[in-house]
């Protein structure tokens, strides 16, 4: 068994980090889950949370807003919708998606309106995680 794997996390903007990483923390739609070296194969989307990368030198944490990520046995590659790390995220960054969330939810048709309240409840802990 690999003791790592490639990690690559992109958003629209950007690369945000490609490592080696020992195991990745991600906030699955259907609930959180680690990947590890060797993990079978699997493609999951995002909720709004906190990524976390565990490397050699230590970890590093993401805020992300949704998005795909895939896994196989050799590596973990998330495509966020927006992602951030978390050091630079600011209060006012967390008020704006809270914001957005909140508006979508509210003009949501009724079929949306679960998954928009999701949205919106996932942004408020991400906040209150951080801090913000």
Known sequence: MADTMQ???VSPERLLTSVQA????IPG????????????????????????VVAADGSS????TGGFAEI??????VLAE???PT?????????????TARASHESATPDRIDATAKTLADMVAV??????
Not at 22 to 25: D, I
Not at 127 to 132: N, R, T, W
């Open 82 to 84: 927006g992602a951030f």
């Open 7 to 9: 990690f690559d996390l």
């Open 61 to 64: 944490d993401f805020l992300v």
């Open 29 to 52: 739609a259907e609930g959180d889950m680690t990947a590890m070296p060797d993990h079978g194969p699997l493609i999951t989307t995002l909720r709004p949370g906190i990524l976390t």
């Open 72 to 77: 196989s046995a050799e590596g973990v590659s």
């Open 127 to 132: 906040g209150a995680q951080l801090g913000h």
């Open 87 to 99: 050091g630079d995220v600011t209060g006012e960054m967390v008020a704006e998606m809270v914001a």
């Open 22 to 25: 020992r195991e990745v923390r």
